[in-house]
């Protein structure tokens, strides 16, 4: 059984940082993409970043040019670095791995980002 356990949330100020990171243990070989996602209350669940096995990033438009997705295969971790964080980044980060053509999904970690 698969398990993704996500950490480095919690409350910055506009301007700040944060290092997101999600662990997956388990029986593991062969990830594929990895990614972020985030949602905010009363919105709707969006894509925040994306890396492929060959580490082809993707990232929303709202986030481009402040957030850096990367990934460590020996340690079977992602992480998303967040910069310059503003009031419309809060919202609960959960990240995700697409393992044998099935996604597997991590609880969540709350970032809030005070004005």
């Known amino acids: 059984q698969v398990r993704l356990v996500e950490s480095g949330g919690g409350l910055v100020q506009a301007g700040g940082s944060l290092r997101l990171s999600c662990l997956a243990s388990g029986s593991i070989s062969n990830i594929s993409s990895m990614g972020w996602h985030r949602q905010a209350p009363g919105k709707e669940r969006e894509s925040v970043a994306v890396?492929?096995?060959?580490?082809?990033?993707n990232y929303a438009y709202s986030v481009k040019d402040r957030f850096t997705i990367s990934r460590d295969n020996a340690k079977n971790t992602v992480y998303l670095q967040m910069n310059s964080l503003k009031p419309e980044d809060t919202a609960v980060y959960s990240c995700?791995?697409?393992?044998?053509?099935?996604?597997?999904w991590g609880q969540g970690t709350q970032v809030t980002v005070s004005s």
């Open positions: 995700w791995i697409r393992l044998g053509g099935v996604s597997i």
């Open positions: 890396i492929t096995s060959l580490r082809t990033t």
